[in-house]
């Protein structure tokens, strides 16, 4: 009988894609993949450290799948098994730690912790770390879309954040091998890839070339599939970009931009490399360009010294702006980072009402969006079908949730479909 691999991924679309080639590593030694939660030989935890609740979170997900497997080997990998490996190997049950430089050797490993009575730690200083493990996400039978890894690390040094503590210095996928992953990808019958990284704008090859070479090398590609870019710094957002984006059959009319507050005084003690009038002027300048863009935005709310007159201040930066939806966090103390000894820290229960207040906005926007595209022909990528509602859950190009109603098989690939109608959190299509 074939041993049992089971995977639960936390945080960002990065861990999932490494998650997918550890997975493959698993089943090149014959493993086979079985869903977390069910009877498993080998659980494998890929942890995020971003927020305090996803340590928490981590934490409960060990005991989950020891709950039904209570024999299994347990490795965990990931930025937090980076920055607290010591922490995680005192949970009960965890057999090994695996930190970001040994993440890919877990399958190999896997005689090292097996069988031993007491966990294992396979963690090394990443200040010097110049290598770079490519991987991308693998969904399954739909094949709709794969997450390319071309940036890891990031020589940043925002005062909140743990990222350059957990993944090191910033280091890129070779330029050439970025083809050929594009090659594999069209080869496989994806129909849409999302190029990915810790700080995809400053994408550096070894051989020098920046983000904007491998954009123009995928629009002269002209692939089989569309390609959208994930979260990108708003300093490393350029005109031409802007302007390949408006005019390209590949690349989708959708930009995430980090934000993080609407206060310059705030992005000054976030060592933020942009103030509010550089932000808005690459906001403006794509909603000029492309007016059915989607733009999303990250917002962080409060960090030490955010007044509610700073925090006014990112309100009415944000009212003014043309954007799609948010992703708020809350901020929380992290370890070794300087925003933990400035002052003014803001009350949690201050923070939680923040959120919600901009978590509100954003539901508002997301239905705008959604509702200005009523009327419209989209392309539309379906993902999964859902029974109760009898049909086809995917999105657009320009990221609208749809529901395309119908009780048929249809081709797993694009589909041109007409916008009908707006429901609480998507779009109908008949």
């Given at each position: 009988m074939?041993?049992?691999?089971?995977?639960?991924?936390?945080?960002?679309?990065?861990?999932y894609?490494?998650?997918?080639?550890?997975?493959?590593?698993?089943?090149?030694?014959?493993?086979r993949?079985?869903?977390?939660?069910?009877?498993?030989?080998?659980?494998?935890?890929?942890?995020?450290?971003?927020t305090?609740?996803?340590?928490?979170?981590c934490?409960?997900?060990?005991?989950?799948?020891?709950?039904?497997?209570?024999?299994?080997?347990?490795?965990?990998?990931?930025?937090?098994?980076?920055?607290?490996?010591?922490?995680?190997?005192?949970?009960?049950?965890?057999?090994?730690?695996?930190?970001?430089?040994?993440?890919f050797?877990?399958?190999?490993?896997?005689?090292?912790?097996?069988?031993?009575?007491s966990?294992?730690?396979?963690?090394?200083?990443?200040?010097?770390a110049t290598?770079?493990?490519?991987?991308?996400?693998?969904?399954?039978?739909?094949?709709?879309?794969?997450?390319?890894?071309?940036?890891?690390?990031?020589?940043?040094s925002?005062?909140?954040?743990?990222?350059?503590?957990?993944?090191?210095?910033?280091?890129?996928?070779?330029?050439?091998?970025?083809?050929?992953?594009?090659?594999?990808i069209?080869?496989?019958?994806?129909?849409e890839?999302v190029?990915?990284?810790?700080?995809?704008?400053?994408?550096?090859?070894p051989?020098?070339?920046r983000?904007?070479?491998?954009?123009?090398m995928?629009?002269?590609?002209?692939?089989?599939?569309?390609?959208r870019?994930?979260?990108?710094?708003?300093?490393?957002?350029?005109?031409?970009?802007?302007?390949i984006?408006?005019g390209s059959?590949?690349?989708?009319?959708?930009?995430?931009?980090?934000?993080?507050?609407?206060s310059?005084?705030?992005?000054?003690?976030?060592?933020?490399?942009?103030?509010?009038?550089?932000?808005?002027r690459?906001v403006?300048r794509?909603?000029?360009?492309?007016?059915?863009?989607?733009?999303?935005?990250?917002?962080?709310?409060?960090?030490?010294?955010?007044?509610e007159?700073?925090?006014?201040?990112?309100?009415?930066?944000?009212?003014?702006?043309?954007?799609?939806?948010?992703?708020?966090?809350?901020?929380?103390?992290?370890a070794?980072?300087?925003?933990?000894?400035?002052?003014?820290?803001?009350p949690?229960?201050?923070?939680?009402?923040?959120?919600?207040?901009?978590r509100?906005?954003?539901?508002v926007r997301?239905?705008?969006?959604?509702?200005?595209?009523?009327?419209?022909?989209?392309?539309?990528?379906?993902?999964?079908?859902?029974?109760?509602?009898?049909?086809?859950?995917?999105?657009?190009?320009?990221?609208?949730?749809?529901?395309?109603?119908?009780?048929?098989?249809?081709?797993?690939?694009?589909?041109?479909?007409?916008l009908?109608?707006l429901?609480?959190?998507?779009?109908?299509?008949?």
């Amino acid at each position: 009988m074939h041993k049992r691999v089971a995977f639960h991924t936390l945080g960002c679309k990065l861990n999932y894609s490494e998650t997918s080639t550890i997975q493959r590593q698993f089943e090149d030694l014959g493993y086979r993949v079985v869903p977390f939660g069910e009877e498993t030989d080998v659980i494998v935890v890929n942890t995020c450290t971003v927020t305090e609740n996803a340590d928490t979170e981590c934490r409960k997900i060990i005991r989950r799948g020891l709950t039904t497997s209570p024999q299994a080997a347990v490795a965990v990998t990931g930025c937090y098994a980076q920055l607290q490996p010591e922490e995680i190997a005192s949970i009960d049950g965890v057999s090994a730690v695996f930190g970001t430089a040994e993440k890919f050797s877990i399958a190999d490993r896997l005689g090292d912790f097996l069988e031993t009575p007491s966990p294992k730690i396979f963690v090394t200083d990443l200040d010097d770390a110049t290598a770079f493990t490519g991987s991308r996400t693998s969904d399954g039978d739909t094949r709709t879309r794969s997450f390319v890894k071309l940036q890891d690390g990031c020589d940043y040094s925002c005062t909140f954040c743990t990222i350059p503590l957990a993944r090191g210095p910033a280091r890129a996928m070779p330029f050439d091998s970025v083809q050929r992953e594009l090659e594999n990808i069209a080869r496989e019958g994806y129909h849409e890839a999302v190029l990915s990284g810790v700080n995809l704008g400053e994408y550096r090859a070894p051989s020098g070339e920046r983000f904007i070479d491998v954009v123009r090398m995928i629009e002269a590609m002209q692939p089989p599939f569309r390609v959208r870019i994930s979260s990108i710094e708003p300093n490393t957002v350029s005109d031409e970009l802007i302007d390949i984006v408006a005019g390209s059959k590949i690349f989708v009319p959708h930009f995430h931009l980090p934000l993080q507050s609407g206060s310059a005084e705030i992005l000054k003690k976030m060592k933020r490399r942009y103030n509010p009038e550089m932000y808005q002027r690459v906001v403006q300048r794509i909603n000029t360009t492309i007016p059915d863009a989607a733009i999303g935005i990250d917002v962080i709310v409060g960090f030490p010294g955010e007044t509610e007159a700073a925090f006014e201040e990112t309100v009415a930066f944000l009212t003014q702006l043309p954007w799609s939806y948010l992703h708020v966090f809350t901020y929380s103390e992290r370890a070794d980072t300087p925003a933990l000894d400035h002052p003014g820290v803001v009350p949690k229960n201050v923070r939680r009402a923040r959120t919600h207040r901009l978590r509100a906005l954003s539901d508002v926007r997301r239905r705008e969006h959604y509702a200005r595209n009523i009327g419209t022909t989209r392309i539309f990528l379906p993902e999964h079908y859902d029974h109760d509602l009898g049909g086809w859950f995917g999105w657009t190009e320009n990221y609208v949730r749809v529901l395309h109603k119908t009780h048929q098989l249809i081709k797993l690939g694009p589909h041109a479909l007409e916008l009908r109608s707006l429901e609480h959190d998507h779009v109908l299509s008949y």
